[in-house]
């Protein structure tokens, strides 16, 4: 088997083992039944802005020529923190984009990654949101009229619990925080009850989520390739979790390498 093209992050889909996908050029190669066998991925030394398609020498933010990082919306620095959003100023850098994707309803969660985390996502989103993390569980808890909104929330609550993951810890499947989604909520729900009201959030009342990620064997260690600085690498892939290959000889980040041509094979 052998394909070519730009990258894409995989696609996922949640069942009793999550299914990835990669998008690599016209292919929509299916990564699961991968499982066992030696892959070669090669850097063909071609890298095409994921929003114009132009060739670029260099990305930005997972995919993106510099031109299009400094002026689409979505590369904003707001996208990364929701809680400087900059909507109602007026000065977000297309106001249409901002009010189909940011003034809509966002949803804070907690996460089992390698420990409990808080996050937001759109509503509709969740599910990919959690799976590209890599989390084995999850919890909506509160839902806002919108991201900024949502943002301020997790700002506050990330005072008190993380609001980032360790993905060497997470690919190692270390945990060390194993206590119920549930119990927290509830003493978040307590502690910041006022400041709740003050952004207009309401309670989701949900179960929890859980997600298993296809893998034969575990890391012992985390060895993390970048195509940029080795062009081609090989292994046995033993595993998928989050964005992540995770291959007997190390792990390589699909997402981070969007808009980068290579070519895939396998045995």
Known sequence: ??????????????????????????????????????????????????????????SYGQG????????????DMCIVKPQQCHYAKGTCRDMKWGEEHCMVPYVLYLARTNHIKVG???????????????AVEALPILRFPSRYQAGLMEFEVSKVLPDKTSWQQMLLGEISDDRDLIEVREELYLEFANLVDDLEGE????????????????????????????????????????????LDKGVINMRKHQGHYITLESN
């Open 1 to 58: 088997m052998r394909y070519e093209g730009n990258i894409l992050k995989m696609q996922t889909t949640n069942g009793e083992t999550v299914q990835y996908h990669l998008p690599l050029g016209k292919n929509l190669v299916a990564m699961n039944p991968l499982l066992g066998k030696e892959l070669t991925i090669k850097y063909e030394g071609r890298i095409n802005c994921v929003s114009t398609g132009e060739l670029i020498k260099k």
């Open 64 to 75: 993106y020529g510099y031109k299009a990082y400094m002026s689409l919306p979505e590369c």
């Open 120 to 134: 937001v996502t759109g509503q509709d989103r969740c599910e990919t949101r959690w799976m590209d993390q890599g």
């Open 203 to 246: 309670e989701v009342e949900s179960v929890s989520q859980y997600f298993h990620y296809p893998q034969l064997s575990k890391l012992s260690k985390v060895t993390s390739f970048d195509l940029d600085k080795k062009n081609k690498i090989s292994g046995t892939l033993i595993g998928i979790k989050g964005q992540y290959l995770i």
